[in-house]
């Protein structure tokens, strides 16, 4: 049932959190619907990934709603599970800027590495002799 948290981005998640604050179950709820559209889900299958987060989302954030009555369960547990998914979306964020600090490295060692960049005159002489060939 934690895999069916979704990574969201920070601010949605933030939302989703005091939403389940106020009206428990109900940022549950909205984070499994903005899972389809700006999240990723975190269930390891193959197909139907969104809609079971969505459904188990759906089905826990009822869950936490019908529970407030009983000594207040479903509204610590609401804010325990929007919690967590502030901790995943951050998590996620971390590791999306970690992913791209890593395509830049590698994209700039490669343009370094390559002969026809090694090879180039610098800016200078390319000047220089373009003005040569004008004259």
Not at 90 to 105: G, N, S, T
Request: hydrophobic fraction near 50%; proline fraction near 4%; glycine fraction near 6%.
């Amino acid at each position: 049932m934690h895999e069916a948290i979704p990574f969201l981005p920070v601010p949605v998640a933030i939302t989703c959190l005091l939403f389940n604050i106020f009206i428990p179950g109900s940022g549950t709820i909205i984070s499994g619907f903005s899972a389809l559209c700006m999240g990723q889900p975190r269930i390891n299958m193959k197909e139907g990934r969104k809609l079971i987060t969505l459904v188990v989302n759906l089905l826990v954030g009822i869950s936490q709603f019908f529970t407030i009555t009983f000594l207040f369960v479903g509204w610590f547990w609401s804010i325990a599970w929007g919690g967590l998914l502030i901790i995943h979306s951050m998590q996620y964020r971390e590791a999306l800027q970690q992913r791209r600090q890593e395509a830049v490295a590698t994209a700039a060692i490669e343009a370094l590495t390559k002969d026809s960049i090694l090879h180039r005159r610098d800016v200078k002489t390319l000047v220089k002799s373009h003005k040569k060939s004008k004259k």
